[in-house]
């Protein structure tokens, strides 16, 4: 259901160009506007207009000003830039704890946790309300219904055994450009020894690296290549309602599972519609009707009990370690000479 | 009034027990505290350890691949913010580039604690030196690592929280328990207290009830009080009837002699002088016969006899011994009695020594050849009246006739000691009632009615 107000709906342009690359700048006008709630964040309009609209249905005299960034942008615009949000909501779990570590994010000790699993929130700053898989996305064509690996070494043993046919075929994020790449494959590291064998197995088979999930499941949809590892599972089962031609692989010995975080910058203005949006997406898993229509899967302990295989990446100091200068150039060291060998 | 012992007893456990009980909050306190802040500085000592441990020369240039246990093991107990740095030979190496300095650092090896502030917060940091490189070409580097302390106060809150659960706890059950020990303690008084309230009146043996050890001296001097006491009394006892005898028996015998002496005289001034010698002797045999019998009556009234007794027989003994010396001047004791029995709880001794008092009184100021009536009637007292046809009381003060040795205003022609009034009123007033003194309607007589409570 959309409301009549929302066709005021414009593209809404700043006077002065912040430092940050902003990808797109929208505005949601209340028609009895009373106060703006300013949002910087890294999930695309697609998916979060829905939960605007809603949270607007709630909050009727709020204007919200949607700015879509990276999630490097986002951490420069907050932590270095100083850029007035009232929000900042973004998939990198990693950058979202350092700002808040750092001193970057505000303290909302009021929410209502109830029922929040208590590794869905950090120092009462940092918020999930998202839990999304890392996952294998395989083209049908290439692997006959049955035939899909369960495990890494599942996948390894099947790229060494025909070399000839994953040649040039097997996709993965550039971890060098892609933040969330990098953390799936930094926790991929910390997880087990099979990455550094995998990496280097996928390097041989001259791996195509990609910045974003959404081009690699179109390769492989489209039978370019025959799998792609480390695909955000919430885009690829997206895509799966509209394209053929793939099908999602979540593996058994273990899955990562990153978490999509809302916090409240130092420099947020107005912190009171902040907080109501914290609190409208604490409550986002009880809204089926939202999740479906944002393709955003909500936090849920029940998954987890079910698939004992998904790993909710922990909150806490130690997703600081990847971000240090030095670890992330030798961890980047590394996996170049691992997967671009050429 | 002293402070009761016991109540000095349970505040001063009281005071006590707060004291133990502060002494223990702030014992359990800061041990816990320390504790807490010991397994804090721990933790950051075995992260700096472990960052030193990962410190290595790659191509003649110190680096490390900061390990993912070094900060994880940080998030394990709260959710603190952390921040590290490391710098070879003063240079940062990695790591928030403005964590400051150490104030001091420590040997190798060994962990430098302090507290600082760092942006906004005070952090808790330690310093570890670790040498690197090849024996020729060592840097010093130096690893900091610092986390906030919101956990750790709010473990401090939690333990103060218990600690003053406990120590209120402790306070309470010291304070309850004092209030039994205090209790405890006394019981023996109690006890003894109650040993000696309960006795009767004229029971002065001496207290056998146990007595803790430090109550027998007091004891033991209350025992010898009551044996002086006894002995007193015994002695006072006897000497009023010994005294009523002594004075008595020659009266009677120079009353006597002054009676045959009188036949046998002649003269009429010698038998006006035996006559005044009689009378003499007859009021100084009343007089010292009243204060004899006012001295028993303070002696008895202190511990008062409450046996049964009947008063209808009372009147009737008392009037038929008053009858002689009724005679004498034509007198009629006219008796005005119940036709039922009146028994009454009471001293049968003093109540006699009331009633005979008040009819000698009445006796004595009767005109001869006239009428006395004793009267007892039962409404909502008792009522023993006797009322006679002489002079009445005139105008005087009532009140002060009763007092000793008072005597009326218009009785200078008899003699008299002011002593029976005061007797009949310490018998009513030690029976719980009143005497009430009236002169009779029309001015002739006077009433006296001794009222007792039933």
Known sequence: MRLAYLAALITWMPLAAPAFEVEEQLRYSAPDERSVLRVISTADRAAFEPIIEAFQRSSPSVTVEYTITGTTDLMQAIGTDGAVFDLAISSAMDLQTKLANDGFARSYAGADLDGLPEWASWRDQVFAFTQEPAVLVISTADFPPGSAPQTRDDLIAILRADPERFRGRVGTYDIRRSGFGYLMATQDSRNSGAFWRLMEVMGRLETKLYCCSGAMIQDVAEGELALAYNVLGSYARAQAAQIDGFEIVEFDDFVNVMLRTALIPSTAQNEVDARRFIDFLIAFRNRPDLVDASGLPAISTNALQTNSALRPIRFGPGLLVFLDQLRRSNFLRNWESSVVQN | ?454
């Not at chain 2, 109540?7 to 004291?19: D, K, N, P, T």
């Open chain 2, 1 to 454: 009034m002293h402070p009761s012992i016991r109540r000095r007893l349970f505040l001063q456990l009281s005071v006590v027990a707060a004291i133990l009980s502060l002494a223990f909050f702030l014992v359990l306190r800061s041990v816990a505290e320390r504790a807490a802040e010991g397994t804090q500085d721990d933790i950051l000592a075995a992260s700096a350890t472990a960052i030193a441990d990962s410190l290595r020369s790659e191509n003649a240039a110190v680096t490390l691949d900061l390990p993912y246990s070094a900060l994880s093991m940080l998030g394990t107990v709260s959710e603190d913010r952390v921040f590290y740095r490391v710098a070879v030979d003063g240079r940062t190496l990695t790591g928030y580039n403005d964590l400051p300095d150490p104030p001091r650092l420590g040997r190798p090896g060994e962990a430098a604690f302090h507290t600082h502030d760092y942006r906004g917060e005070e952090v808790r940091m330690v310093a570890v030196t670790r040498r690197v490189g090849s024996l020729n070409n060592t840097a010093q580097a130096v690893i900091t690592v610092a986390q906030t302390r919101q956990g750790l106060a709010a473990i401090s809150q939690r333990i103060t929280a218990t600690a003053t659960a406990v120590g209120t706890g402790f306070f309470l059950l010291a304070t309850a328990l004092s209030l039994f020990a205090a209790g405890s303690a006394l019981r023996p008084i109690d006890r003894l207290t109650g040993a000696v309230t309960r006795r009767g009146p004229k029971d002065l043996r001496p207290v056998t009830a146990k007595a803790p050890t430090e109550l027998v001296p007091l004891v033991d001097a209350l025992n010898s009080f009551m044996a002086r006491l006894r002995a007193s009394l015994l002695r006072t006892e006897d000497f009023i009837a010994e005294a009523a005898h002594r004075v008595r028996t020659p009266l009677a015998t120079v009353r006597a002699q002054a009676e045959v002496t009188h036949r046998k005289l002649n003269k009429p001034e010698h038998k006006q002088a035996i006559r005044e010698m009689i009378r003499a002797i007859d009021e100084s045999s009343r007089s010292a016969g009243q204060m004899l019998d006012h001295a028993m009556v303070t002696f008895r009234t202190d511990s008062l006899a409450r046996e049964d007794v009947e008063l209808r027989q009372l009147v009737t003994e008392t009037c038929d011994r008053l009858s002689p010396t009724a005679g004498l001047k034509d007198i009629a004791l006219q008796r005005d009695l119940p036709p039922d029995d009146l028994h009454m709880k009471a001293d049968k001794i003093l109540l006699q020594a009331a009633l005979l008092n008040i009819l000698d009184n009445a006796i004595k100021y009767s005109p001869e050849d006239s009428d006395i009536t004793v009267s007892l009637t039962r409404e909502d007292a008792l009522t023993l009246s006797v009322a006679d046809q002489g002079r009445g009381f005139a105008d005087m003060d009532l009140d002060r006739l009763m007092n000793r040795y008072e005597r009326g205003a218009n009785v200078h022609d008899v003699v008299g000691s002011g002593l029976g009034l005061t007797i009949a009123q310490d018998v009513a007033r030690a029976h719980g009632g009143t005497l009430s003194i009236a002169t009779n309607d029309g001015g002739s007589g006077a009433c006296v009615s001794l009222i007792l409570p039933l």
